[in-house]
């Protein structure tokens, strides 16, 4: 699976900006996808995560209410739909496949348990 990322730049606070992850090869629509982000001299950390459809999500609570992760399964794009941004927000934000799953299997939610990286996008956020 090879992973394109976009969306990123230079927004106020308060500002919205939604990220695309476009997927090739691979079987997108099974696998579970994820948005990170690693700010300067910080670990990646996991954003969101989505199971085969948009019926099952994971949020971290940093951004709950604020951030909202999506599919498109037709079009194999993830999407991260961030709303009210924050200065620490600022970040570089990947998307990455994790594993192929059933329905009902829990969502990856580690770094280590994605197999595909997209190369990532900056987003900056000022105050």
């Known amino acids: 699976v090879q992973l394109q990322a976009s969306g990123g730049g230079l927004v106020q606070a308060g500002d919205s900006l939604r990220l695309s992850c476009a997927a090739s090869g691979g079987t997108f629509s099974r696998n579970a996808m994820g948005w990170f982000r690693q700010a300067p001299g910080k670990e990646r950390d996991l954003v969101a995560a989505i199971g085969r459809n948009n019926a099952r999500t994971y949020i971290v609570d940093s951004v709950k209410g604020r951030f909202t992760i999506s599919r498109d399964n037709d079009k194999k794009t993830v999407y991260l739909q961030m709303n009210n941004l924050k200065p620490e927000d600022t970040a570089v934000y990947y998307c990455?496949?994790?594993?192929?799953?059933?329905?009902?299997?829990?969502?990856?939610?580690?770094?280590?348990?994605?197999?595909?990286w997209g190369q990532g996008t900056l987003v900056t956020v000022s105050s």
């Open positions: 990455a496949a994790g594993p192929q799953m059933i329905l009902t299997a829990p969502l990856p939610l580690k770094a280590s348990d994605y197999n595909y």
